[in-house]
């Protein structure tokens, strides 16, 4: 460690001292290179020999973290109030305390000035849609609705419109929220610290911060809980909001623990299982961030066992196994059509554990079992027990099934071991951290000796009255060399543009083609036997006829959902990876040839005896290093239309055809507009970079500082040479 953090410091220190800070931005940020303080804090936090195993929750909002933590933490107890929106899903931290305490972090008045301001935005959006609306309703009112009524259903559909903008709805609906609470928010401090002397205490104390309806629950961004728990020794258990977060601090706060952890628990539901947000709620898992151990958890499990192809015939162990092989199947094949996104590491990370399950309900049935208050447990009971009646039809069978189901022993284990391993843990990731810091070092060591030894020989085999020329050459060509960078850059990016359309509605286009085919193979018929009443011919008294029945078979057709709704499924995360992984391919192969082609422009356009290839290579590096670029997310949930499985027919059957249908339609249409609307960012991105400025004065920089050095030519040697001395001192 002391080694690393010397080396760091001395090319920082030798960077600064020499004036190359400019210079070497570029390969600066290649390399990942930050200030030393930066690198000993980092260090020196991962070196604390009692420092905390830390342990991070993600999930999307209503994904049954809440459930699942107060299942696992407080034994059932609903201590966590559980979040409605993604709004109020506050920032949470769970550690070891002497005693129950709550420190509560509020938003500043920064922040709520900035929720404010998009709430205006909002309503400014709502009353144009509502007026709108309106004129249409009050045009076709052909039943005689009242006005109020009409005000009524065109205020309902320009909410509804909204809801469509996540993260600005979002706004709209936090402040709203501030609003209802009745608080003035300027009253509000940075923090509040609440002190309880029991679970229930805590519990009712929280609903007021963090609960759906809590009155200060719209003002508080984060929590930290300390508890007097004996799991929590050594651990720090982190519940992250989900993702997209509009506060832009609470979300960068939230990476950043995240991007702390050591062990990392990703729930999702059962039910929409690893879907595009949740893979989101993983970027943040890399090989830099040192995470050690990751594991899935697949919530709201007892929800698949009410499926026919699940329940079978009823024995509750085969249908856990038949509920949990797809979710494993599925975790495979969604890192496996991923891995391109990782390395070899990291994928061997998302991979490497089975798939844990978790019933959070099953726990507060357990807990509640003679009074069950909530109606959701009382539901998923009373499915238990019409589909499994061996298994829970009395209380002592029920709870042995129920904990069975909740499987937190098995997770209780997990984190045991987990926290067992922590020393190791956390010297594998020390090891790993010096490791990767130690050759991204070396790296930039090595290439700042290139650049050196290169001004060496360019300063042995100029002239001072070439390069006065060359000054001045390049003086009566910086608005060619401009227009000329300008053009090369524009033209490079437009190509990059159409071809990447071009790769994107092929692959887009084959891959709707493979729905249709599933569509057609989930198509089928089969043979029933109905019975129908027939004259048998006699009669009995008066006008009283005998009757028969008689069995007849029709063919009816039927749709295979549970093939089709998986197709649909992997189609919606096929267009997400084309969509992502192909514009990330062409953007990565574009850098690698913008520089050429920009050299190749310059030195047709100006003339090979104007420019030097080196310096302009230099000069492009640095530039392209700090242009930012477009980055691309996409939604993979499927409508609840398509939620179906099983085998359909009849009105079933075709409104499933019909909402698959649609389905496309509207995927396609949106799948185009995702195609155009990234072509158009990075088109514009391309074409406001202004390359052809920032080049020609970099490059006019660094023939100045040549000109320059050639004037004390051996003094500028002497310089350069000390230089190398010190780099080839440093101990990689």
Same mark, same amino acid.
């Given at each position: 460690?002391?080694?690393?953090?010397?080396?760091?410091?001395?090319?920082?220190?030798?960077?600064?001292?020499?004036?190359?800070?400019?210079?070497? !931005?570029?390969?600066?940020?290649?390399?990942?290179?930050?200030?030393? #303080?930066?690198?000993?804090?980092?260090?020196?936090? @991962?070196?604390?020999?009692?420092?905390?195993?830390?342990? =991070?929750?993600?999930?999307?909002?209503?994904?049954?973290?809440?459930?699942?933590?107060?299942?696992?933490?407080?034994? =059932?107890?609903?201590?966590?109030?559980?979040?409605?929106?993604?709004?109020?899903?506050?920032?949470?931290?769970?550690?070891?305390?002497?005693?129950?305490?709550?420190?509560?972090?509020?938003?500043?008045?920064?922040?709520?000035?900035?929720?404010?301001?998009?709430?205006?935005?909002?309503?400014?959006?709502?009353?144009?849609? !509502?007026?709108?609306?309106?004129?249409?309703?009050?045009?076709?009112?052909?039943?005689?609705?009242?006005?109020?009524?009409? !005000?009524?259903?065109?205020?309902?559909?320009?909410?509804?419109?909204?809801?469509?903008?996540?993260?600005?709805?979002?706004?709209?609906?936090?402040?709203?929220?501030?609003?209802?609470?009745?608080?003035?928010?300027?009253?509000?401090?940075?923090?509040?610290?609440?002190?309880?002397?029991?679970?229930?205490?805590?519990?009712?104390?929280?609903?007021?911060?963090?609960?759906?309806?809590?009155?200060?629950?719209?003002?508080? @961004?984060? &929590?930290?809980?300390?508890?007097?728990?004996?799991?929590?020794?050594?651990?720090?258990?982190?519940?992250?909001?989900?993702?997209?977060?509009?506060?832009?601090?609470?979300?960068?706060?939230?990476?950043?623990?995240?991007?702390?952890?050591?062990?990392?628990?990703?729930?999702?539901?059962?039910?929409?299982?690893?879907?595009?947000?949740?893979?989101?709620?993983?970027?943040?898992?890399?090989?830099? *961030?040192?995470? @050690?151990?990751?594991?899935?958890?697949?919530?709201?499990?007892?929800?698949?066992?009410?499926?026919?192809?699940?329940?079978?015939?009823?024995?509750?162990?085969?249908?856990?196994?038949?509920?949990?092989?797809?979710?494993?199947?599925?975790?495979?094949?969604?890192?496996?059509?991923?891995?391109?996104?990782?390395?070899?590491?990291?994928?061997?990370?998302?991979?490497?554990?089975?798939?844990?399950?978790?019933?959070?309900?099953?726990?507060?049935?357990?807990? *509640?079992?003679?009074?069950?208050?909530?109606?959701?447990?009382?539901? #998923?009971?009373?499915?238990?027990?019409?589909?499994?009646?061996?298994?829970?039809?009395?209380?002592?069978?029920?709870?042995?099934?129920?904990?069975?189901?909740?499987? &937190?022993?098995?997770?209780?284990?997990?984190?045991?071991?987990?926290?067992?391993?922590?020393?190791?843990?956390?010297?594998?990731?020390?090891?790993?951290?010096?490791?990767?810091?130690?050759?991204?070092?070396?790296?930039?060591?090595?290439?700042?000796?290139?650049?050196?030894?290169?001004?060496?020989?360019?300063?042995?085999?100029?002239?001072?009255?070439?390069?006065?020329?060359?000054?001045?050459?390049?003086?009566?060509?910086?608005?060619?060399?401009?227009?000329?960078?300008?053009?090369?850059?524009?033209?490079?990016?437009?190509?990059?543009?159409?071809?990447?359309?071009?790769?994107?509605?092929?692959?887009?286009? #084959?891959?709707?083609?493979?729905?249709?085919?599933?569509?057609?193979?989930?198509? =089928?018929?089969?043979?029933?036997?109905?019975?129908?009443?027939?004259?048998?011919?006699?009669?009995?008294?008066?006008?009283?006829?005998?009757?028969?029945?008689?069995?007849? !078979? $029709?063919?009816?057709?039927?749709?295979?959902?549970?093939?089709?709704?998986?197709?649909?499924?992997?189609?919606?995360?096929? %267009?997400?990876?084309?969509?992502?992984?192909?514009?990330?391919?062409?953007?990565?192969?574009?850098?690698?040839?913008?520089?050429?082609?920009?050299?190749?422009?310059?030195?047709?356009?100006?003339?090979?005896?104007?420019?030097?290839?080196?310096?302009?290579?230099?000069? $492009?590096? *640095?530039?392209?290093?700090?242009?930012?670029?477009?980055?691309?997310?996409?939604?993979?949930?499927?409508?609840?239309?398509?939620?179906?499985?099983?085998?359909? $027919?009849?009105?079933?059957?075709?409104?499933?055809?019909?909402?698959?249908?649609?389905?496309?339609?509207?995927?396609?249409?949106?799948? *185009?507009?995702?195609?155009?609307? %990234?072509?158009?960012?990075?088109?514009?991105?391309?074409?406001?970079?202004?390359?052809?400025?920032?080049?020609?004065?970099?490059?006019?920089?660094?023939?100045?500082?040549?000109? @320059?050095?050639?004037?004390?030519?051996?003094?500028?040697?002497?310089?350069?040479?000390?230089?190398?001395?010190?780099?080839?001192?440093?101990?990689?």
């Amino acid at each position: 460690m002391e080694n690393l953090l010397k080396m760091s410091q001395t090319l920082e220190n030798l960077v600064q001292e020499n004036d190359l800070v400019g210079e070497l !931005q570029g390969i600066e940020k290649e390399h990942g290179i930050r200030p030393s #303080a930066e690198l000993k804090e980092a260090l020196d936090e @991962k070196m604390e020999p009692e420092r905390d195993l830390k342990i =991070g929750i993600l999930g999307r909002v209503k994904a049954g973290k809440s459930s699942l933590l107060n299942a696992l933490v407080f034994k =059932g107890q609903n201590v966590l109030p559980k979040a409605a929106t993604p709004m109020t899903a506050a920032l949470t931290v769970l550690e070891y305390g002497d005693r129950f305490e709550a420190s509560i972090e509020y938003y500043s008045q920064d922040e709520i000035e900035t929720i404010k301001s998009n709430h205006a935005t909002c309503q400014n959006i709502l009353e144009n849609s !509502q007026k709108e609306r309106f004129a249409e309703l009050k045009q076709n009112n052909r039943t005689g609705k009242s006005d109020s009524k009409l !005000q009524e259903l065109a205020r309902e559909y320009a909410i509804k419109k909204l809801e469509d903008e996540v993260s600005l709805y979002a706004y709209y609906e936090q402040y709203e929220q501030i609003k209802q609470s009745g608080i003035n928010a300027s009253s509000i401090g940075e923090k509040e610290i609440l002190t309880c002397s029991s679970y229930d205490e805590l519990n009712e104390k929280l609903k007021d911060y963090i609960g759906s309806s809590g009155k200060y629950t719209p003002f508080t @961004k984060s &929590i930290t809980l300390k508890l007097n728990e004996e799991m929590l020794k050594d651990v720090k258990i982190i519940d992250t909001p989900g993702v997209n977060d509009p506060i832009v601090s609470r979300e960068n706060r939230t990476k950043a623990l995240i991007a702390k952890c050591d062990v990392v628990f990703l729930v999702s539901p059962a039910g929409q299982f690893l879907n595009d947000v949740d893979l989101e709620l993983l970027s943040n898992v890399n090989e830099k *961030n040192g995470i @050690k151990e990751f594991h899935i958890v697949a919530s709201q499990f007892d929800l698949q066992l009410s499926n026919p192809e699940i329940k079978g015939n009823g024995v509750l162990q085969e249908a856990i196994q038949r509920a949990l092989t797809p979710l494993s199947r599925q975790q495979k094949n969604v890192f496996e059509n991923k891995k391109s996104s990782y390395n070899d590491k990291i994928y061997e990370q998302l991979t490497r554990f089975n798939v844990l399950y978790s019933s959070g309900i099953s726990t507060e049935i357990i807990n *509640n079992y003679d009074n069950l208050q909530d109606e959701n447990a009382t539901h #998923a009971l009373g499915l238990l027990q019409k589909h499994y009646p061996d298994y829970f039809s009395n209380k002592e069978t029920a709870i042995s099934n129920l904990k069975k189901l909740s499987n &937190i022993d098995e997770i209780l284990k997990v984190l045991e071991n987990v926290r067992k391993e922590k020393d190791e843990i956390i010297k594998g990731i020390m090891d790993d951290f010096i490791s990767s810091k130690k050759s991204a070092l070396n790296q930039y060591k090595n290439e700042i000796s290139a650049i050196i030894n290169k001004k060496i020989e360019v300063l042995n085999s100029t002239d001072i009255e070439e390069l006065k020329a060359q000054i001045e050459k390049i003086k009566s060509v910086k608005s060619k060399v401009v227009i000329n960078a300008n053009a090369a850059f524009e033209d490079s990016g437009a190509e990059l543009s159409s071809k990447l359309k071009e790769k994107l509605n092929t692959q887009i286009k #084959a891959l709707f083609g493979s729905i249709s085919s599933a569509s057609e193979n989930a198509k =089928g018929s089969e043979t029933i036997t109905k019975t129908k009443k027939v004259e048998d011919g006699r009669v009995l008294g008066f006008l009283w006829k005998k009757y028969k029945d008689v069995n007849y !078979q $029709v063919s009816i057709d039927t749709l295979n959902a549970s093939s089709l709704r998986t197709a649909a499924q992997d189609a919606v995360i096929e %267009i997400s990876n084309i969509l992502g992984d192909v514009y990330s391919d062409n953007i990565r192969m574009w850098k690698k040839t913008i520089l050429k082609d920009l050299l190749t422009s310059l030195q047709e356009s100006v003339g090979d005896e104007a420019l030097d290839a080196d310096m302009i290579k230099q000069s $492009v590096r *640095n530039i392209i290093a700090n242009i930012s670029l477009p980055e691309f997310s996409y939604d993979t949930t499927l409508p609840a239309a398509l939620q179906k499985s099983g085998k359909l $027919v009849g009105y079933e059957r075709d409104e499933f055809l019909n909402a698959l249908e649609s389905f496309q339609s509207e995927l396609r249409s949106r799948t *185009n507009a995702d195609i155009k609307a %990234i072509c158009a960012t990075l088109d514009k991105a391309i074409s406001n970079a202004n390359i052809g400025d920032k080049f020609i004065n970099s490059y006019e920089e660094k023939i100045e500082q040549l000109a @320059k050095d050639a004037q004390d030519k051996e003094s500028s040697l002497a310089r350069y040479r000390s230089i190398l001395d010190q780099l080839n001192q440093i101990e990689g």
